[in-house]
């Protein structure tokens, strides 16, 4: 079985993921669960609607995300409801 290789843009999108999931370990134990589920359910919503080839589409979601997850990291952010 060939191991199939990941792009860069791949790679970003993947570190990205588990980096909103290591911010959620930061979190008070009764919320991260609910930092979890939001994080996945936007990752997943973004799967079903951009293109694996739609690249500005990607990239601009990367930079979102990346801010929003400094936002949602900050340690004032305690609970998140979506």
Do not use: H, W
Not at 37 to 60: G, L, P, S
């Amino acid at each position: 079985m060939a191991v199939r290789r990941l792009s860069g843009l791949q790679k970003d999108v993947l570190r990205l993921y588990r980096d909103c999931l290591r911010a959620t370990r930061k979190k008070p134990a009764e919320t991260r669960p609910r930092f979890r589920a939001f994080a996945r359910q936007e990752f997943e919503k973004n799967v079903r609607t951009v293109k694996r080839t739609d690249v500005q589409a990607i990239e601009y979601l990367l930079r979102i995300g990346r801010r929003r997850m400094e936002q949602y990291a900050s340690p004032n952010v305690r609970d998140i409801s979506f």
